[in-house]
């Protein structure tokens, strides 16, 4: 059973009027931006209906309705008697896992606000972007051979703009129909390349797979790199797999360190073995949860993963190539 905190604290959300979008939307994505950003967390209990709306001063229906909305997509939990908490769902998991995203809005609102446009016209701007990419947008799909504590989608859509469709191997190998149907339908398939001939047998002959390698973020494998000879690692996901496949990209570029690789349960039951290692890596999604439990002094680092960057302006000449064929 989930253990629930007590004493809501109101978040910080800000209604806008005169907005494009409704009421009852700025108030659903704001939570959902505030669950990113780690302002509210699993399990965190939000403040009842009637409380949140005199704070916002809006009708109460607006927040009902924003609420069930975000129960309904598996957001938010309510329970009987107790009230309605930021769930610890794979929905929220997932949606922390796509930080980059937000930090790209971000980044581009910056940037819009810069030349003088207000929110009213970057919404404005965005809707019309989305619409024409939409119109015209590649169907690209990633034959995903990572777990997902390692999110090479997130680093593709990053790098190319596009949004892909990341398709897991096992789902692929399983012969699953909506896997199958999604990388038929491509118009361009990415995947490793080391993996590039297993996805090639399952792909349509005459639609393109392109392999790209990847390869550890620059700023982490530096400062690794930096360590002292015989320095102590520590990888730590939810799942055991996924710290073996974080630690065996690590140890493919580096040998001069020790390395090992457990869950967020194992640093939980063994917080007094944390001060014998130099670094702590974790992945986005036990990022917030590690910082609980390791000492000020020990440094921790989000792992993330690059594409190389060869590999990249290849993949970037493709797409442009397959865009301008979908034009014609």
């Given at each position: 059973m989930p253990t629930f905190t007590k004493n809501p604290v109101v978040p910080p959300i800000v209604v806008d009027t005169a907005?494009?979008?409704?009421?009852?939307?700025?108030?659903?994505?704001?939570?959902?931006?505030?669950?990113?950003?780690?302002?509210?967390?699993?399990?965190?209990?939000?403040?009842?209906?009637?409380?949140?709306?005199?704070?916002?001063?809006?009708?109460?229906?607006?927040?009902?309705?924003?609420?069930?909305?975000?129960?309904g997509s598996g957001y938010l939990i309510a329970q009987r008697g107790k009230g309605t908490f930021i769930a610890d769902s794979p929905f929220v998991k997932q949606i922390i896992a796509r930080r980059n995203f937000y930090d790209l809005l971000g980044k581009a609102f910056h940037s819009a606000s810069q030349v003088g446009l207000s929110v009213s016209e970057f919404s404005a701007a965005a809707y019309a972007q989305a619409v024409l990419v939409e119109r015209h947008q590649i169907n690209?799909?990633?034959?995903?051979?990572?777990?997902?504590?390692?999110?090479?989608?997130?680093?593709?859509?990053?790098?190319?703009?596009?949004?892909?469709?990341?398709?897991?191997?096992?789902?692929?190998?399983?012969?699953?129909?909506?896997?199958?149907?999604q990388l038929l339908s491509a118009d361009l398939i990415i995947t490793t390349i080391k993996n590039l001939w297993d996805v090639a047998q399952i792909a349509d002959p005459n639609k393109e797979v392109i392999g790209i390698d990847v390869q550890p973020?620059?700023?982490?494998?530096?400062?690794?790199?930096?360590?002292?000879?015989n320095a102590k690692l520590l990888f730590v996901c939810q799942e055991q797999s996924s710290s073996e496949a974080m630690k065996q990209i690590i140890d493919y570029n580096v040998h001069h360190v020790e390395?090992?690789?457990?869950?967020?349960?194992?640093?939980?039951?063994?917080?007094?073995?944390?001060?014998?290692f130099?670094?702590?890596?974790?992945?986005?999604?036990?990022e917030s949860q590690l910082s609980r439990y390791i000492p000020k002094n020990l440094?921790?680092?989000?792992?993330?993963i690059g594409i190389d960057p060869v590999n990249l302006l290849v993949l970037q000449a493709r797409l442009a190539a397959v865009e301008m064929d979908k034009l014609v």
């Open positions: 907005a494009p979008i409704t009421i009852g939307a700025q108030i659903t994505e704001q939570i959902k931006l505030l669950i990113v950003r780690g302002n509210l967390k699993p399990n965190q209990p939000l403040p009842p209906v009637v409380h949140l709306a005199k704070y916002l001063g809006v009708n109460h229906t607006t927040v009902a309705l924003a609420y069930n909305e975000l129960i690209v799909a990633f034959a995903n051979f990572f777990p997902n504590s390692i999110d090479i989608s997130a680093s593709l859509q990053s790098a190319t703009g596009l949004a892909l469709v990341s398709i897991p191997w096992a789902q692929l190998q399983a012969k699953e129909p909506q896997a199958l149907e973020d620059i700023e982490l494998l530096s400062h690794i790199s930096s360590l002292p000879r390395s090992k690789a457990v869950t967020l349960d194992f640093v939980q039951n063994n917080r007094t073995g944390l001060p014998e130099d670094l702590v890596v974790g992945s986005r999604l036990v440094k921790l680092m989000t792992f993330s």
